[in-house]
């Protein structure tokens, strides 16, 4: 289709639409309510972490200005916005960048030589993109391409293979503006998740209907998208049951039905896209439509991601099944069927590569999608032998056919829950395990269970009687006044909702977890206990970790994953830091000493007139992420001298941390390294996640056959019978703290018999990372305190609210996928720390005194 | 030619009623009715379709066609048919 043909759509008047607002008018009104979705998304932080905040201007501008123009200056105009939103979102070199390799692509498309020697072209650029991708080459020049990488890797890595397919088909006369436009589409600065739509779908419906109509569609559309996420906020912090905590069916019921719920989060982002691209002219097919209402497999696979079941049926399904059908239609339908889904699966993990970097092909995926085919395929071949019989005037619905379809649909969104949660909990045991659970529920709880199945038939049946009464159509179809009045109550009681005190709901939970993007309280616990000991494997990134970790690049690694780190045999750790070496570590650089430690150097033999400090810890103590002249140990340390008195002693304070190190491994730092530095105080730096961390060091040693190591440490795992094999539920959940407990006793107790041995002051710190604990949480750094009193540490509790103020928490943290402290939260834990030493003035003089003796 | 398209017309606009929409007054499945963006025929009814043309006609269909730009209507339908036919 020729742009001058498109162009000449916008101008068309064929809209059926009721219009009893002047289109001026209507204009008018659709700008207010959009001006409204996009508040909504600041008032709410939507998806901040892709950028949408600072382009919703851009967008709001961008429509105004468009739609003001001459129809035939649209869509370069709609090109020219798409291109300066990259811009603002990477910056302009990288934005550039990203156009150039874009460009070098579609050039290669369109060189004048065969085929065959374009492909094999596209083929060497996809290799070279792979490589910068996973980082085979690992140079300055790749690793700024990789922070762009996703989202070409989105843009092209099905839009080209459609390209290539339609121009060696059909080959359309295309303009310029056309062909750019259809890969570098605004939402996609934003969307990485949105990479398939279907190119002769995106110019037809161009402008296809009346404007006001398909304006009308966009904002709505994109309202519809800031509720989805809302709610799926909603669900993700209050409704999102720890799996390992899920005792009876109750709490399965739960855990399963919010699995497939949290896919609100990608139907809401595509509904923003949609929309955003039917304020620019594009009319899309809708996507995502009622897919939780789904009465069938193929209608499923209809309904979730329209856009995906083009492109399979496009490119997979009807080559092989026009292939294979003279022989027998059955046989080709099988056999397309199954190739769409295992192609898709294959393709699922591409994708994946593109946007994580890795390329997972797992059990379960491999199960979730064979489920998914074999379920299509039985529905596919009941449908091809019975067929489907359709209406055009819409179907009589009756009780009985009422009742049969609610049963449908009620049996569908039980299945997916229960498959979406499979495919989500990325663990064949997990899952089975979480099943189990229901075992656990008396037989009361099964009969509100099917008298919940129960009501949800009659409703469904009930409603579907209802909804074919004449009258409803009034609800169905209403006019665009009376959808621009429901549409706007909606946003404005969001709006309310959203402004706490105008509502007075400042201090009400659930208010306050939509107003940010943030992990809820048993994920952000997985997230931080990975950085420490690494226990998460890459599966448990699934949902929103997943979605936080999609800017995330490939080189940012954990620290066993880097060459900092030399192995150890005799130590109850792993490894330790090579002495004078130096690398990148998430983007900052990172220096060891001659001693192997993430600090300065300084001599082994204490200086006189220095109060030594020796710091242990872990990957925030280290420093991850932040230069060493950055970390709270070294700010401290300077800001300590830069105010002591001109006869005060200096102070030393020696990053004994390491990233992964528990309290077990920080023990022996200290006993094997730490001591030999002549340390007058040993921080110990303590986290509510340690009695988590300490039970997996000690499987591992036990593993390694390391306890012989320590005859006290192997003493007392055999004396108090301590288990580290004990799995986490309900039943168990005393036992593991008891051991927990007993193992934390003992480290602590050794760390300060050993400083009082050799008149060294123990000092313990607790700092509350992240902010905002939950009770269990709270009481948990209440009862590692009391431990360390009785073992005779002086102790210092850091101020939570002094260090990570609740509404700067994003603020201090690295990325939205890594929550370790930036430059500016180790500036607060360095000045809490000060503090605190202020307060107790006995620690640092005492020190002093022992070293003037 | 006129009546080979018209009897592509009728015998492709029988196949639809009798197969997708028995007991439905054919005088409702116009030349424009929106065929596969309409939700008359889904992918399995479509390969259905296209099978039936395939045979009726001995023509042969290439993957691209599949699409609402030739399928959408009855009038792209025959078009596309007769084309075949004429090109054969």
Known sequence: ?853 | MPDRSAEIHAATKAFILQEFLPGEDPSELTNGTPLLSGGVLDSISTVKLVGFLEDTYGIEFAAHEISEDHLDTLDRLTALVTAKLGSA
Request: aromatic fraction near 12%.
């Open chain 1, 1 to 853: 289709m020729a742009e001058a043909s498109i162009d000449s759509g916008a101008t068309s008047q064929g809209s059926s639409a009721p219009r009893e607002f002047s289109p001026a008018l209507r204009f008018l009104a659709l700008c207010v309510e959009l001006a409204l979705v996009l508040g909504l998304t600041h008032v709410f932080e939507l998806e901040a972490s892709s950028g949408l905040l600072e382009l919703t201007p851009w967008v709001f501008g961008g429509f105004l200005l468009h739609a003001a123009l001459p129809a035939r200056w649209r869509l370069r105009a709609f090109l020219a916005l798409s291109l300066a939103g990259f811009a603002v979102v990477f910056g302009p070199a990288l934005a550039a960048c990203m156009v150039a390799l874009g460009l070098t692509l579609l050039v290669i498309c369109h060189l004048p030589v065969p085929w065959w020697l374009r492909l094999s072209l596209l083929g060497v650029m996809g290799t070279l993109l792979t490589a910068a991708r996973a980082e085979w080459v690992f140079t300055d020049w790749s690793l700024e391409i990789n922070t762009i990488l996703p989202v070409l890797g989105s843009i092209f890595m099905f839009r080209l293979v459609l390209y290539v397919y339609e121009l060696r088909t059909e080959n359309p006369d295309l303009t310029a503006s056309q062909r750019l436009a259809y890969f570098f589409m605004l939402p996609n600065a934003l969307f990485a998740l949105f990479p398939i739509i279907d190119s002769k779908t995106f110019r037809r419906t161009y402008y296809d209907r009346d404007a006001l109509e398909i304006y009308t569609k966009g904002v709505r559309w994109m309202g519809r998208g800031v509720t989805h996420l809302l709610i799926y906020r909603i669900i993700y912090q209050h409704f999102t049951p720890n799996v390992e905590a899920v005792s009876d069916l109750g709490g399965v019921l739960l855990s399963m039905v919010s699995s497939y719920a949290l896919y609100l989060r990608v139907s809401g982002v595509f509904h923003l896209v949609i929309g955003m691209l039917g304020l620019f002219g594009f009319n899309l097919p809708e996507t995502h439509h009622h897919y939780f209402l789904a009465s069938g497999f193929n209608d499923l696979w209809r309904r979730i991601n329209i856009y995906w079941t083009d492109f399979m049926m496009k490119i997979v399904y009807y080559p092989i099944f026009l292939r294979l059908r003279r022989r027998s239609p059955t046989r080709a339908m099988v056999v397309a069927t199954l190739s769409v889904f295992m192609i898709s699966w294959w393709l699922h993990s591409y994708q994946w590569f593109w946007i994580r970097g890795s390329f997972p092909m797992t059990a379960v995926d491999a199960i979730f999608w064979s489920l998914f085919a074999v379920t299509v395929l039985a529905n596919s071949l009941l449908q091809a032998r019975a067929g489907a019989a359709r209406s055009l005037r819409g179907k009589r619905v009756t009780p009985r056919s009422a009742l049969v379809h609610a049963l449908k649909v009620v049996g569908m969104f039980s299945f997916m829950c229960a498959l979406w949660s499979f495919w989500t909990g990325g663990s064949i045991d997990g899952w089975l395990k979480l099943v189990s659970a229901a075992g656990n529920s008396p037989p009361s709880d099964f009969m509100w269970l099917f008298a919940g199945v129960a009501g949800a038939l009659a409703v469904g049946t009930i409603w579907q009687l209802v909804a074919q009464r004449p009258w409803t159509a009034l609800v169905d179809r209403p006019s665009f006044r009376g959808a621009w009045c429901s549409s706007m109550a909606l946003l404005l009681g969001l709006l309310w909702i959203g402004s706490p005190q105008a509502s007075g709901f400042e201090d009400n939970t659930y208010v306050a977890s939509l107003r940010k993007e943030r992990l809820n309280a048993h994920d952000e616990a997985r997230r931080l206990r990975g950085y420490y000991e690494e226990i998460l494997d890459e599966r448990h990134d699934l949902g929103v970790l997943g979605q936080l970790a999609q800017g995330k690049p490939a080189h940012w690694l954990r620290l066993s994953q880097t060459d900092a780190l030399m192995a150890v045999s005799d130590r109850l750790y792993d490894a330790e830091f090579i002495p004078n070496h130096e690398l990148m570590f998430c983007e900052a650089s990172l220096t060891t000493n001659r001693w192997g430690l993430r600090d300065k150097d300084y001599s082994l033999e204490k200086p006189p007139n220095t109060v030594r400090i020796a710091l242990l810890g872990a990957s925030i103590e280290m420093g991850t992420g932040v230069e060493n002249h950055q970390t709270f140990e070294a700010r401290l340390e300077r800001q300590l001298n830069e105010e002591r008195a001109a006869d005060a002693p200096q102070v030393e304070i020696l990053n004994f941390a390491v990233a992964g190190y528990s309290p077990l491994a920080q023990l022996d730092v200290l006993n094997a390294r730490a001591r030999a530095f002549e340390p007058d105080i040993v921080m110990l730096v303590a986290h509510t996640i340690d009695p988590q961390l300490v039970m997996p060091h000690l499987a591992r040693l036990m593993e390694r056959d390391k306890l012989r190591l320590n005859p006290q440490l192997q003493q007392i795992v055999e004396k108090e019978a301590i288990d580290p094999y004990l799995e986490a539920g309900p039943e168990t959940k005393h036992d593991i703290w008891r051991d927990q407990r007993r193992l934390l006793t003992w480290v602590y107790n050794s760390v300060a018999s050993i400083c009082h041995a050799q008149q060294i002051e123990p000092v313990w710190v607790f700092l509350q990372h992240p902010p905002n604990p939950s009770p269990a949480q709270v009481l948990r750094g209440e009862k590692l305190h009391d431990l360390a009193l009785k073992a005779g540490f002086t102790t210092l509790m850091l101020d939570g609210e002094r260090v990570y103020p609740a509404d700067r928490w994003a603020s201090l943290t690295l990325r939205p996928w890594d929550n370790h402290p930036n430059v500016e939260g180790h500036q607060r834990i360095a000045d809490e720390l000060l503090r605190q030493l202020r307060e107790h003035p006995q620690l640092l003089a005492a020190a002093a005194s022992t070293t003037e003796r």
